[in-house]
């Protein structure tokens, strides 16, 4: 209960420090892009090309309508990308703030929660993408913006799984690689290129795929106009599970983070 405690104690103490996590994300934005004319609108040009091919390629290999593939692959692509740059970034965040945290006492959900943040202008770039393609495809409605909650239900699991992540990856260096190789067969194996109806009866097995769960919430708000209350469901417990471990691991762990470099 105490790590649990030092954990929490550690999430809250970040929560008051804004200036660590929230203005630095537009730092690492400008930083990474310091040198170019367009800055992050070269992620959402990759994004829109990778969108165009693959989506006009799968409609044809499943052999479905364009109109009605298109805009599903693409809000389920966007998000996936969002979920695995932060999931795969997270296994370096510590040792890229090595020389900080071995300076200067930082709460280090800081650090995963400026990630977060950077991840997801990233993210807000891309959705400019999307609009056109729902508008065309669907038009808009009121419940869209159930999707806004959706995200907001989402990034606070990636936040909390991305702790998990970088304390596993700092204290055993073998993860990063099978985080990597993880996050390509949870690709293939959550319905972003296909759809659920594709497994037929065995469709109940997505069920245990919390990834499914996580874009679910936003992507049926947009497509299906209806809110997925059992994805719902599964997305709090999810939260509630990730926050507890996250916690417990770090209140477990957090004296001994400097010394496994």
Not at 68 to 73: A, G, M, Q, S
Not at 239 to 246: A, D, K, V
């Amino acid at each position: 209960m105490n790590n649990i405690k030092a954990g929490l104690e550690d999430f809250t103490n970040s929560l008051k420090r804004p200036d660590l996590w929230f203005y630095l994300s537009f730092f690492d934005i400008r930083l990474k892009y310091r040198r170019s004319y367009i800055g992050p609108w070269w992620e959402t040009i990759s994004t829109g090309l990778i969108i165009a091919t693959l989506g006009i390629l799968w409609s044809k290999i499943f052999q479905m309508d364009i109109s009605i593939y298109l805009p599903y692959f693409a809000v389920g692509f966007v998000m996936w990308s969002f979920i695995a740059s932060q999931i795969n970034e997270s296994c370096e965040i510590f040792y890229f703030h090595q020389s900080i945290i071995l300076n200067i006492q930082i709460p280090y959900n800081a650090f995963l929660l400026r990630l977060a943040f950077k991840n997801l202008l990233v993210l807000l770039h891309s959705i400019l993408l999307l609009i056109p393609i729902i508008i065309y495809s669907v038009g808009l409605e009121f419940i869209f913006l159930f999707s806004v909650i959706g995200l907001f239900l989402l990034f606070l699991n990636l936040t909390f799984l991305s702790l998990v992540v970088a304390i596993f990856c700092l204290r055993f260096h073998d993860t990063k690689y099978a985080v990597g190789n993880l996050i390509q067969v949870l690709f293939f194996a959550t319905p972003i290129v296909w759809m659920p109806g594709l497994l037929r009866g065995k469709s109940w097995l997505l069920e245990f795929n919390p990834f499914y769960h996580w874009i679910n919430i936003i992507r049926d708000p947009i497509l299906s106009l209806n809110i997925p209350y059992f994805s719902v469901m599964i997305s709090i417990g999810t939260i509630l599970l990730l926050s507890t471990l996250s916690f417990y691991l770090l209140g477990r762990v957090k004296k001994r983070i400097p010394f496994w470099y």
